[in-house]
């Protein structure tokens, strides 16, 4: 049986999305910040997401390059 934890919604939403992603593009100064706080964690604890792979993290300084990151990553 899988083991049950209780988390806040921020933290359930952040470990689904890590789970299902090959990159984790966090724009630092957001109200979610605990979200990317809860991947950089996973990542570092060289948790795998569902294909077996570390996602990426990555910290665009800015909006436009966070937003570049996301398109760009999108068409590979």
Avoid: H
């Avoid at 806040?8 to 470990?15: C, L, P, R, S």
């Avoid at 990159?23 to 910040?33: D, G, K, M, N, Q």
């Avoid at 569902?50 to 996602?55: E, H, R, T, V």
């Amino acid at each position: 049986m899988a083991k049950k934890i209780m988390v806040d919604g921020n933290t359930a939403a952040a470990q689904i999305a890590f789970a299902c992603s090959e990159v984790a593009a966090i724009y630092p100064i957001t109200p979610s910040s605990p979200m990317a706080e809860t991947c950089d964690e996973l990542a570092s604890m060289c948790k795998t997401n569902i294909w077996g792979s570390i996602p990426s993290i990555v910290s665009p300084k800015a909006a436009p390059p966070a937003r570049s990151t996301a398109r760009s990553r999108r068409a590979r």
